[in-house]
């Protein structure tokens, strides 16, 4: 496991760049995912003479020739196979583990702190009953990554609207995306990663995950292709968010498009630290999340008082009828 | 004399067979030989020239050949009723299978268009009409109009993937009909994997190829762009696009090709099937004959319907 991540880390660094758009291409890399573009080739193949020869396998020395059902060039006398460098698509490993810097007593502390600061129409003894059943560790994985996109864009806005209140707009903008989060985690909900994602220094990147004990280690769960596919439409979906905020004239808008010519993707894979802890009160499991290097961030449900919120119900109606009786009273 | 026109069309180029020693004569495209005595698969490695550049990619056969085989004969069944009947009986008769070699290009596409946007929008008006009791009558009743604006932009994206023929004995569009090819599945160019195949070098030029790779180019930004207008409609879109960042690798696709004979006075029609996919394209000769008699028939069932209509009237 760690092994590997070291690997993985290893593999980031020796990394050459496209030639064309500036994306770093990865190990089995035959193109660049981007551009397009072919990969520079490593070891130097040109002929400079013509020469005409007969592959030989090493194995027996009869000729070698390709065969479509073993879809590789193979010998046809011993069977043995040539390999070719083909498109690598391994699955996506870690690059790194952010250390945990809030200890479980902090965290649990934080857990009891912010039951009692909910408010009045939670149980009155929610923070003195409630008990954690669970506080679990977790290192969860995204993307993070930096990209120049030139964005192209065409929308309907309530600007500059004559008989319809539509008028089509269009323009561009240069976006720079600079440490950009996208949740790989298939055990954190979207919700629970946007109130996450703003509370972690990424410069504590280690080889090995350090900080807790026997915690959870999420994987990347999908290939390198699907990763990129995506990391592209988080990218589109930002570029989508960016236009609306500060390009678009207007305050409501339809039927936007945009369209990305991206330079210079850069995709870390990192695993975040993370508490999770389940609690349960009267019967009932609650869950709650807190970041692993920021205690104030966390994400969470907790029990409503049913007995308040229909004594205030009550109350309110009680009210309602007495102004009605003080009004037919006077009419 | 006639030798003499003979050698100037094919310039054979000569090899010896590097396992019996044989000379055999090879056609100037390809790359590859096998020998005739021997059996042995001789490649053919050229110094890379301007319009002959050292293959990039290459997608290996996955179709043997006997499912090509079954593949067009399936095609020629299923062929349109107004196909020659000779055509539809004839045996196809293989010919090759063949690592056609092919431009992959990519590039980035930056096109500025104008066009009339179309904005919806309600409007309430009146009118009037005669009621059940044969009164005039003032209604009113909301329709939609649309107001035409116009709108100038930029469009930047990337073209990627298009694939366009090297090879004079496939034009372009007979490509295109067993396109796609899984891109997924390129690997890099090894000898190895044409080793025993027929494999050709580019018979067109670099410009011509980058003309048939910007055409589809531009073609497919006209696509993208129908998309990307807002509004409920829009009308005379306009567009001119410049492409920068071009980047071509030459790439030995797997064909497998079929001539089928059907007209001694014709030359054999082309059919291609796709190496990889299993795709089959090929333009279907129509008969002149059959479709002239449907039409006679058609002409005739309407003549007699409308004669029978008048009389019946």
Not at chain 1, 196 to 211: C, I, K, M, Q
Not at chain 1, 246 to 262: A, C, D, H, M, T
Not at chain 2, 89 to 109: D, F, H, I, Q, S
Request: charged content about 20%.
């Amino acid at each position: 496991m760690s092994d590997s991540a070291s690997n993985a880390a290893h593999v980031d660094r020796d990394q050459t760049d496209c030639l064309a758009c500036g994306t770093p291409l990865e190990r089995g890399d035959l193109r660049c995912a981007i551009c397009g573009k072919s990969a520079p080739l490593g070891r130097n193949n040109l002929t400079t003479t013509e020469v005409v020869k007969i592959l030989r396998c090493t194995g027996c020395g009869a000729a070698v020739a390709y065969d479509p059902k073993k879809q590789a060039p193979s010998c046809s006398f011993c069977d043995s196979v040539v390999e070719i460098e083909t498109l690598q698509d391994p699955m996506e490993q870690t690059g790194g583990y952010l250390v945990f810097t809030v200890s479980a007593e902090e965290a649990k502390a934080q857990l009891q702190q912010w039951l009692s600061s909910l408010g009045w129409f939670r149980p009155s003894d929610l923070s003195a009953t409630a008990r954690v059943q669970e506080l679990k560790p977790l290192w969860w994985v995204a993307w993070v990554f930096d990209a120049d996109a030139r964005v192209s864009w065409a929308a309907d806005s309530n600007h500059g609207g004559r008989r319809s209140a539509w008028a089509p707009h269009a323009g561009t903008a240069e976006i720079v995306f600079d440490d950009i989060l996208a949740s790989a985690s298939k055990g954190l909900s979207a919700a629970e990663v946007e109130v996450l994602a703003s509370g972690y220094d990424l410069t504590t990147a280690r080889p090995n995950p350090e900080g807790a004990e026997n915690a959870t280690i999420e994987q990347f769960d999908v290939q390198r292709s699907q990763a990129r596919k995506q990391v592209a439409q988080a990218l589109n979906e930002m570029a989508r968010i960016r236009v609306q905020q500060s390009e678009i004239p207007g305050s409501k808008f339809r039927k936007l498009q945009v369209s990305l010519v991206l330079q210079n993707l850069v995709t870390r894979r990192l695993s975040f630290p993370a508490y999770v802890m389940a609690y349960r009160y009267k019967g009932q499991l609650y869950r709650l999340v807190i970041g692993g290097q920021n205690k104030t961030l966390l994400c969470g449900n907790a029990p409503y008082s049913q007995a308040k919120i229909i004594a205030v119900a009550c109350a309110v109606i009680a009210a309602l009828a007495f102004i009605l009786l003080l009004i037919s009273v006077t009419q | 004399m006639t030798a003499d026109t003979i050698e100037k069309k094919i310039d054979y180029k000569e090899i010896s067979c590097q396992s019996c020693g044989s000379n055999l004569l090879v056609e100037p495209q390809m790359l590859t030989a096998i020998c005739p005595y021997c059996a042995s698969p001789s490649i053919i490695q050229r110094p890379p020239s301007e319009d002959l550049p050292t293959p990039a990619f290459t997608i290996g056969f996955v179709v043997t050949q006997d499912r090509a085989i079954e593949a067009v004969s399936s095609w020629i069944g299923r062929s349109s009723v107004f196909a020659k009947s000779a055509f539809r009986k004839a045996a196809p008769e293989l010919t090759r299978g063949v690592y056609l070699p092919a431009y992959l290009y990519n590039a980035v596409a930056n096109s500025d268009y104008r066009a009339e946007i179309g904005e919806n929008y309600t409007e309430t008006e009146t009118y009037t009409t005669t009621d059940s009791d044969g009164k005039t009558v003032t209604k009113t009743r909301t329709v939609i109009k649309t107001e035409w604006r116009s709108l100038q932009g930029e469009h930047c994206c990337y073209i990627l993937d298009v694939v366009v023929t090297a090879s004079k004995g496939v034009t372009n569009e007979a490509l295109e009909a067993v396109e796609p090819f899984d891109l997924r599945a390129l690997r890099r160019f090894s000898p190895a994997m044409i080793s025993g195949w027929l494999a050709e070098e580019p018979s067109r030029t670099q410009d011509e190829c980058f003309r048939f790779a910007h055409g589809e180019a531009v073609d497919k930004v006209g696509s993208q762009l129908k998309g990307f207008m807002p509004g409920d409609s829009y009308r005379n879109l306009q567009y001119e696009t410049d492409v920068a960042n071009e980047s071509i690798d030459l790439v030995l696709f797997p064909i497998w090709t079929f001539a089928v004979r059907y007209d001694e006075t014709k030359p054999p029609l082309q059919i291609l099937v796709n190496g990889q996919t299993g795709r089959v394209g090929g333009k279907v000769p129509i008969s002149p004959v059959k479709v002239s008699i449907a039409v006679a028939v058609v002409v005739f069932i309407l003549l007699v319907g409308a004669l029978l209509f008048g009389m019946a009237r």
